[in-house]
């Protein structure tokens, strides 16, 4: 049961994927009743209209970005002796920052709360009709700064493909890699050349755990192996499916053939999964339910 006041702390509150009307009745009635509200502005963006409906839903908030939720002070200092709501699209927990800021609240004697709220990795699994256990690691893809372009994001796609998993690409938010900025996410065709840039590299200059007299164990074996499989391919002829804006009323998935559901998505947020193998009913559900 949620009290009608929130307590002197830190509240950590979810707003739900794609829309602040997606938060739960219980993350609601603790975030308006708080004190203070900060809404975190730099993982994830609240959708068309948003701001404006978080504030009809919570009241007033400030949002702030990433050098105020990393160092935190003047937000910890405030929830010792004031209720402080922090606003976080999707769930509170899906990202290590807050988990860091948890942590800190703990060492300092400052009470907590969490109240989860559907992520965009529920609705990924929950929305395509694909098996959550058939999922392997998830990967980010940020986006290049200069030469600086790691390939492991592609390396972990290829081992997932390899045992037959789907992956969860998440596309990253801010070009400037500062999270001081609003959030500019990354378009799907970006998203396909920065891969198609991972391609080149792994074939051009490869890291040296991928040679093989660097091989030192059988998950590396492994590794080169599958990377050496999804070489011999081409990375757009690979079955993916893009997911957009899921949550919102303009949500989009489009699924086929990596190079071409690219091509002229809807603007907003977007993530990719990398399809493994389609077993049971996923292929159905793909086909006949997007």
């Known amino acids: 049961m949620v009290e009608n006041m929130a307590a002197t702390g830190l509240h950590l509150v979810g707003t739900g994927a794609g829309s602040p009307l997606n938060m739960t009745v219980g993350g609601k009635e603790i975030a308006s009743s708080c004190d203070y509200r900060f809404l975190e502005g730099y993982t994830s963006l609240l959708g068309e209209n948003g701001e404006n409906r978080l504030e009809k839903l919570v009241g007033a908030y400030e949002i702030i970005r990433r050098p105020e939720v990393e160092n935190p002070e003047r ?22 920052t807050h988990v860091d800021l948890l942590l800190r609240c703990k060492d300092e004697g400052i009470h907590t709360s969490v109240h989860h709220a559907v992520s965009a990795v529920d609705l990924v699994c929950a929305g395509l009709g694909l098996q ?10 940020t986006f290049p700064h200069g030469n600086h ?13 390899f045992l037959g998993l789907h992956t969860l690409v998440l596309l990253d938010l801010d070009p400037t890699g500062m999270g001081i900025e609003q959030p500019q996410p990354m378009t799907p065709p ?21 040679e093989l ?8 074996l492994s590794r080169l192996k599958a990377v050496k499989w999804l070489l011999n ?40 999964v990398i399809t493994g193998e389609l077993i049971g009913m996923e292929k159905d559900a793909l086909e006949k339910l997007h």
């Open 75 to 96: 937000i910890l200092e405030l929830a010792k002796s004031n209720s402080v709501a922090l606003l976080v699209v999707g769930d509170p927990m899906q990202a290590t």
């Open 132 to 141: 959550s256990y058939r999922f392997g690691r998830q990967v980010s893809l």
């Open 149 to 161: 372009l790691p390939t492991s994001p592609l390396e972990f796609i290829a081992e997932n493909r």
């Open 190 to 210: 970006q998203a396909f050349e920065v891969m198609c840039r991972m391609v080149e590299r792994l074939k051009d200059d490869p890291p040296p755990h991928l």
């Open 213 to 220: 007299e660097n091989v030192s164990s059988a998950r590396d």
């Open 233 to 272: 391919e081409k990375i757009g002829d690979v079955h993916a499916v893009i997911c957009s804006n899921l949550g919102s009323s303009n949500a989009q998935i489009k699924s086929g053939l990596l190079s071409k559901i690219t091509e002229n998505c809807v603007s907003g947020i977007h993530s990719i």
